[in-house]
């Protein structure tokens, strides 16, 4: 009889022991509720400046040198720019009227001389459109350009267009009206060649 009491009694407190553990559990996190909006992490790729976008320099007027092949003349020539828009060039060259003749406007002549040509260009760049007025003064002769005594000049104005060839080469090509003067010796004679004539530009130029 005393042992089914003593059993019963050590049931009882073993039943007690586990509701009391049971009672001071941790209890368990709440679930976040569905509305809840956590803040997101910073984003540090959203957060870094981009690179600025560096726009390519625009090309401006540069010193040149050139080989002027126009109708009267062949010869080098050197160009620098003034302004934005303006550049003189200056140059020597072999000078001919062989062209007077066929048109019955003058002597058949030949020569050297130099002259100075500023010419103004619509783009800054020095391509497109550009305008070339110029004097050039010539020592002439009718038979040979080692006996030329004979001076002269010629002065006028082109317009025309400047192509680019490559990133540095150009080629300018227009037209004009010139003025044409100058005497030479004929046997027992002296002729003076005073004319207006039309002009031709070419000019191929290298940038420096």
């Not at 003058?106 to 020569?111: A, E, I, L, M, S």
């Not at 005073?194 to 191929?204: C, E, G, N, Q």
């Amino acid at each position: 009889m005393h042992r089914a009491w003593l059993a019963l009694v050590v049931m009882l407190g073993t039943i007690s022991t586990a509701r009391a553990d049971v009672a001071v559990a941790d209890p368990a996190p709440p679930a976040t509720p569905p509305y809840a909006n956590p803040m997101p992490a910073q984003c540090t790729a959203c957060t870094t400046p981009l690179p600025s976008a560096v726009a390519p320099a625009a090309e401006t007027l540069n010193p040149q040198i050139q080989i002027d092949a126009g109708l009267s003349v062949i010869g080098p020539a050197y160009e620098h720019p003034i302004t934005s828009h303006i550049a003189i060039g200056v140059e020597g060259f072999i000078f001919g009227t062989y062209f007077l003749p066929w048109f019955d406007a003058g002597q058949d002549v030949k020569g050297f001389g130099g002259g100075i040509r500023p010419t103004w260009f619509r783009n800054a760049n020095g391509r497109g459109l550009y305008v070339a007025p110029y004097v050039r003064i010539v020592a002439v002769d009718d038979e040979s350009l080692t006996g030329a005594t004979d001076v002269g000049f010629t002065t006028g104005v082109f317009v025309g267009w400047a192509f680019r060839l490559a990133k540095k080469l150009d080629l300018r090509i227009g037209g004009g009206l010139q003025y044409i003067r100058f005497e030479s010796d004929v046997p027992d004679a002296r002729i003076t060649t005073s004319t207006p004539f039309v002009a031709l530009d070419a000019v191929v130029g290298y940038r420096l």
